[in-house]
């Protein structure tokens, strides 16, 4: 039986703020290195952070051998102590992360150790790279981790303790300072976070291509809204104006949106703002064609792209990792410009979806497990803690 080494750790700026992880799977025996993991998650805690950290690199070293024994190695004392079963778990976030790390391999396979935060360097590394990317509207590459090992910096702080939102850990701390920091520092608290900002996301209406369930992306032919599309705008655009709480429209730059957006703001009596960050997925090749059309042409690619979140439809089309990393920026640039406002995002399937999957810490599959519906609302509202509530999906009442 084979037996892996697992260092993993993560990192916020500003706990809660931009943050990243990092893992690394070696071989137990030999000490090679034989897989590494990072990626920029968006605004998040340090040990929301760590926990993605430690579920991706254990999802790695069962993808090398899920008959492995898995030995875990972090300097989140809060982690090792919380996975081995001798402190709770308070927080909602960190909750289904720990419950989905516990998963990956059957009960008594996996170990867990703490170590100092000096002999996490490899790990501390990634997730600062990851950050690096994020910062840069990148996405992170083992090709360009291994260009830059010299380069990466230790600004962020990966090594943070408290089960509460907003608490920041100590780096120089030693074990039995950060563990009673761990132990005394309360669940979830009361405090008064002010007014969040507010994303009210509207799928702009149907387009000649969208009763028929065809890939439309941003590579396509950019088509405009239909007659029906147009009426869907229309009710919508009632509905909001009723409700009177929005403060600014945001559009993607496709033509289907900003006709859905012009729309409703004309309604609202608001001006509309293109940002680029929220178009839709390039779906490459796949523009204009169905599903099964899709399956039939390029089954391969179809099949890898189902599979994996990193992979890109035929033609060097956008992945949904891509994606991802573009739309985490994108947010947390207007969660900062629309701080305690509320603020109308017309965009596309995937951009909205990717929205609700990071608010709830939601793996990339679940993307393929949300209905959205042309022209339907849904709500998710950013705190200044870095918690977000999904407090709406899907919505089409308006459309009856």
Do not use: C
């Not at 179809?302 to 573009?326: K, Q």
Request: aromatic share 6%.
């Amino acid at each position: 039986m084979r037996e892996f080494i697992v260092e993993a750790d993560g990192g916020s700026r500003g706990n809660p703020g931009p943050a990243g992880y990092g893992a690394v799977v070696s071989d137990a025996a030999t000490g090679e290195t034989l897989r590494e993991a990072a990626e920029y998650i968006g605004v998040a805690t340090n040990n929301v952070a760590e926990y993605r950290g430690l579920l991706a690199g254990l999802r790695a070293a069962h993808e090398l051998d899920p008959a492995a024994t898995v030995h875990v190695r972090m300097d989140s004392k809060l982690v090792i102590e919380q996975m081995s079963g001798r402190w709770k778990i308070k927080h909602p976030d960190m909750k289904p992360l720990a419950a989905q790390a516990a998963r990956v391999f059957p009960p008594g396979r996996v170990t867990y150790e703490w170590i100092p935060r000096e002999r996490n360097k490899h790990a501390d590394r990634l997730a600062n790279e990851a950050m690096d990317a994020g910062a840069r509207g990148e996405q992170w590459s083992e090709s360009a981790s291994t260009a830059e090992l010299d380069t990466a910096a230790g600004a962020a702080e990966t090594s943070g303790l408290s089960d509460a939102p907003g608490a920041v850990g100590s780096a120089g701390a030693d074990a039995d300072t950060r563990a009673a920091k761990a132990v005394a520092t309360p669940g979830w608290a009361p405090a008064d976070l002010g007014a969040p900002a507010t994303f009210v996301l509207l799928r702009h209406g149907e387009t000649p291509l969208t009763p028929q369930k065809r890939f439309s992306g941003s590579g396509g032919t950019d088509p405009s809204l239909s007659d029906v599309g147009r009426e869907q705008a229309e009710r919508a655009a009632a509905l909001l104006a009723g409700r009177g709480t929005i403060q600014a429209v945001v559009s993607s730059p496709l033509a289907r949106t900003r006709e859905t957006a012009g729309i409703v703001a004309a309604r609202l009596g608001l001006d509309v703002s293109v940002d680029d960050g929220l178009r839709e997925t390039d779906f490459g090749a796949w523009e204009g064609l169905t599903f099964a059309e899709v399956r039939e042409r390029h089954p391969d690619d179809l099949n890898a792209w189902l599979a994996s979140p990193d992979a890109e439809p035929t033609g060097g089309g956008e992945s949904f990792a891509a994606t991802g990393t573009r739309i985490a920026a994108t947010r947390d640039k207007l969660v900062a410009a629309y701080a305690g406002r509320t603020v109308l995002l017309v965009t596309h399937v995937t951009p909205i979806k990717t929205l609700v999957r990071l608010a709830l810490g939601a793996p990339p599959e679940s993307l393929f497990r949300m209905e959205l519906s042309a022209a339907s609302l849904s709500v998710v509202a950013y705190y200044a803690d870095g918690n977000a509530s999904v407090r709406l999906l899907n919505d089409t009442s308006h459309l009856r």
